[in-house]
């Protein structure tokens, strides 16, 4: 009876963190396949960021195994919308703006019934 042939085993490379295209060469340099489940044109990925791997780095697999990658957290993590890059908040609208006057505010008499002696009632009123 023949023995079947020992496949050589290489260890997972790290590729959290990699673009999608580093990943994919990272994998190949160390005899590994890649499968993302979350982005079924993988070919087609360049600038997504792995952010989840199974197996973790280190662990030795038969040489052609296929490590998973994922590019997307999942809706438990926090994730579901990819990883972006924080976005500034907009510039304000309306161009340059100038600063306003302060409004004057002038008196006027309500009416002929006096407060006290020599006043009037007054009510204010911007002008």
Request: without cysteine; glycine residues 12%.
């Given at each position: 009876?023949?023995?079947?042939?020992?496949?050589?085993?290489?260890?997972?490379?790290?590729?959290?963190?990699?673009?999608?295209?580093?990943?994919?060469?990272?994998?190949?340099?160390?005899?590994?396949?890649?499968?993302?489940?979350?982005?079924?044109?993988?070919?087609?990925v360049v600038v997504e960021y792995v952010v989840r791997q199974?197996?973790?780095?280190?662990?030795?697999?038969?040489?052609?195994?296929?490590?998973?990658?994922?590019?997307?957290?999942?809706?438990?993590?926090?994730?579901?919308?990819?990883?972006?890059?924080?976005?500034?908040?907009?510039?304000?609208?309306?161009?340059?703006?100038?600063?306003?006057?302060?409004?004057?505010?002038?008196?006027?008499?309500?009416?002929?019934?006096?407060?006290?002696?020599?006043?009037?009632?007054?009510?204010?009123?911007?002008?």
């Amino acid at each position: 009876m023949r023995n079947a042939p020992e496949m050589s085993e290489v260890p997972v490379p790290r590729l959290v963190g990699l673009m999608a295209v580093d990943a994919r060469r990272s994998a190949e340099t160390h005899g590994v396949l890649l499968a993302a489940p979350d982005r079924p044109d993988l070919h087609r990925v360049v600038v997504e960021y792995v952010v989840r791997q199974y197996p973790p780095p280190g662990v030795e697999v038969p040489r052609g195994a296929a490590v998973t990658v994922w590019f997307d957290l999942g809706e438990a993590e926090g994730g579901g919308t990819g990883v972006r890059e924080p976005r500034l908040p907009p510039a304000p609208g309306g161009g340059v703006r100038r600063e306003l006057e302060e409004p004057r505010i002038t008196h006027t008499p309500l009416g002929p019934f006096p407060q006290g002696p020599g006043e009037a009632l007054v009510r204010s009123k911007p002008v």
